[in-house]
């Protein structure tokens, strides 16, 4: 069974630039997470889905970030305008609908210049 | 407020011999703890978890125990492999359906050959 995908996996952009990060989550899993892992630290989640519905963003900064998850498959998670603290792994995550367990994906590595 | 303490960085262990990584936590609300490990460049993989009803679970090599009086939780891995070497991440969860893990900052286990 393949796992959690994610694209791409290393981003390097300048600041101001927009960027965009790809999920697809485990076959059937209906409940997607994406994480951000700054240096030294465990991951924190930004955003859960549970198929298209967005049930908690509350750590998501709306002012530049933005997410969605059209026909509750994959998902893609924006930063417009990127600034440098926004460096870090970003990890997405998939569970089934009533697991507790969460897969995750190999993240995203986004070095902002 | 870590709610979730890894309080030490990192740990190195003789292959062959025991490695055991300990985690506490803050928040009696949490009722159900994973340990996921992670090697560079790669997600958080899971490894083992455990319920609050319970205080052990083993799964080959891996041991969880729990102590709730404590507030810790703490990983075994015997015997160690130089393949466990990565950083191993606790993790807890609140109440049925609240699929909001908090992580704690991780350990990097080092097996020395």
């Known amino acids: 069974e393949a796992g959690v995908v994610q694209s791409p996996r290393y981003k390097i952009i300048e600041k101001k630039q927009p960027v965009a990060f790809w999920c697809n989550p485990i076959s059937g899993h209906n409940t997607l997470y994406w994480y951000r892992q700054n240096l030294g630290q465990g991951p924190e989640l930004l955003i859960r889905y549970e198929n298209e519905e967005a049930v908690d963003d509350s750590q998501l900064p709306k002012d530049r970030f933005s997410a969605e998850r059209l026909k509750g498959v994959d998902s893609t998670l924006k930063i417009q305008p990127a600034e440098l603290g926004d460096s870090a792994v970003y990890l997405c995550?998939?569970?089934?609908?009533?697991?507790?367990?969460?897969?995750f994906g190999p993240g995203t590595r986004l070095l902002v210049l | 407020d870590q709610q979730v303490k890894q309080n030490s960085p990192s740990l190195s262990v003789q292959e062959g011999r025991i490695s055991i990584l300990n985690c506490d936590y803050t928040n009696s609300m949490f009722d159900y703890f994973l340990w996921y490990k992670k090697y560079p460049a790669e997600g958080p993989t899971f490894l083992i978890s455990?319920?609050?009803?319970?205080d052990k679970n083993e799964d080959g090599r891996f041991t969880v125990f729990l102590n709730k009086s404590a507030k810790h939780l703490s990983l075994h891995i015997v015997p160690s492999q130089p393949g466990d070497s990565a950083v191993y991440f606790c993790a807890a969860q609140s109440g049925a359906g609240s699929y909001q893990l908090t992580f704690g900052k991780g350990t990097k286990l080092s097996v020395i050959p």
């Open positions: 455990i319920s609050s009803i319970k």
């Open positions: 995550a998939s569970s089934s609908l009533r697991g507790e367990t969460q897969y």
